[in-house]
C-alpha cells in the first residue's frame, strides 16, 4: 500500500472519521485528505500523530468491549428482555463445558431469533442475542475437548451472524461489520465451511448497500471459492445471487445474468439441505431488486424488475413482514417507473401499511426512495395522496 492508503487503512481500522481525526491533530480535514489520497506526500510527523492516536483508540475500544462483555455477563437470563419464556439458555455449570443436547437447544435457539428479526426488523432481542455470543466465548475459552470447543464455536458463529443482520437492520454498519467479522473468525476455528461462506456472503451484502462492490465482489469471489463442493445448493444459490447483486453494481450486466442464471438452477435442485434459510422469495426478491436498480437508468427493464418482485411476494412467508415491506415497495417503484401511475399508489399505500408494521431502518430509507421518486409525478393526484401516506409514517 500507499502512504496515504497505510493512513486511511490505520484510522477506519478503529473506526474514525476523517473529520474525526482531524479534530485530534494539527491539521485540517482538508490537508489529511490529501495525504491520505498520495495528492501531498507524507510527512514523518503526520505517520507519528497518526500512530499515536490509532494506539491510544486502539486501547480505549479494547477497554470498552472488556466493559461491555463484563456488563453483558451479569445480565443473566431473567434480566434479558425479549427471551422466550421456557427457552434454553446457558446452565449454571461454573463456565465448564456445554453438552450435545444444550448445544442443540442453542442452535435451535440461534435460528428462531435470525427468524424473528427476518419477521420484524429493528434488532428486537439484540441484547439477548449478545449475551449468548459472550458466554458461549467464555466457555470456549475454557473448553480443552477440541470436538465440543469446536462445536461451541460454530454455534457462536450463528448467534454473530444474527447480531450482524440486526446491527445491520438498525443501521449500525460498523458493529454489523464487527459481528460479520467475529462470526467467519468463529466458523473458521470451528472449520465449518457452511457458517463461513455465510460470513463472507453477509459481508459481501453490506459493503454493496454501503456501496462498495469492488470489496463486495472480493467477499463473494472468495464464497465462491470456499462454497464450491462444500454446501448445499441453497447456499451455493445464494452466494451466485450476492456475486449477481455485485456485478450488477459494477454494471456489468451479462455477468449479472450468467450468475442469476446459475442460482435459478441450483435453486430448482435445492432441498434446504443445509438449513439456508435462502429460498425462491430471496432469491425473486434479490434479483428483482437489482434489476429495479438498473432500470432507473434502463426504464426497459421496469416490466421484468416487476415480475419478478412479484414472484417474490407471491412466494414470500407472510409473517415475514420486512422482506415483504421491501418487496412491496421495489414493487411499487418498478410500476411507477413504467408510467403505471395507478397500480403503482396502489401497491406503494399497500407497502407503506406493512413497513409500519417493523422497526427496519432499511425499509425506512426504501419508504424514503419512493417518496423522492414519487415527487417527480407531484401532478398526479393519486402520488400526492401516496406521498401524504409515506409522509405520516415516517413522521411516526
Known sequence: MTPGQQLRAARTAVD???????????????????YETDQRPVPSEVIVAYTEVVGQERRRLAEEDD????????????????????????PDNGLKSLGDTELDQLETLATHYRDWNERTGGGLQLRAVLVQIVQ???????????????????????FSQT????????????????????????????????????????????ELILGNPGEAQELTSRALERASGHVSAALMAKVYTRHA?????????????RSTDLAAELLADANDDGGSSFDLAEF??????????????????????ASSIEAA????????????????????????????????CMQGNRAVETATRTGSSHVRTKLENLRALAATYENESCVAELRDHIDTALAA
Request: hydrophobic residues 45%; positive net charge; proline residues 2%.
Open 163 to 206: 447480531a450482524a443482520t440486526m446491527f445491520w437492520d438498525t443501521g449500525d454498519d460498523g458493529k454489523a461489520r464487527r459481528c460479520y467479522e467475529f462470526a467467519l473468525h468463529a466458523s473458521v476455528e470451528a472449520r465449518d465451511r457452511y457458517g463461513e461462506v455465510k460470513a463472507l456472503v453477509g459481508m459481501g451484502r453490506q
Open 313 to 344: 411476494i407471491t412466494a414470500r412467508d407472510p409473517q415475514k413482514l420486512r422482506s415483504l415491506a421491501l418487496d412491496q415497495l421495489g414493487l411499487a417503484q418498478a410500476r411507477m417507473l413504467q408510467g403505471e401511475l395507478e397500480e403503482a
Open 67 to 90: 466493559m461491555r462483555r463484563r456488563a453483558l455477563l451479569s445480565l443473566g437470563a431473567a434480566a434479558v428482555p425479549g427471551l422466550i419464556a421456557g427457552s434454553p439458555f446457558l
Open 245 to 257: 447483486w455485485s456485478k450488477s453494481s459494477l454494471s456489468d450486466i451479462n455477468e449479472f445474468r
Open 136 to 158: 458461549l466465548a467464555e466457555l470456549a475459552e475454557v473448553d480443552r475437548n477440541r470436538s465440543r470447543r469446536a462445536r461451541t464455536f460454530k454455534v457462536m458463529a450463528r
Open 16 to 34: 474514525l472519521s476523517l473529520g474525526d481525526m482531524a479534530r485530534r491533530l494539527p491539521w485540517s480535514k482538508a490537508a489529511l485528505g490529501f
Open 284 to 305: 425473486a426478491g434479490t434479483t428483482g431488486a437489482r434489476l429495479l436498480e438498473m432500470a432507473h437508468e434502463d426504464r426497459s427493464l421496469a416490466a421484468e424488475a
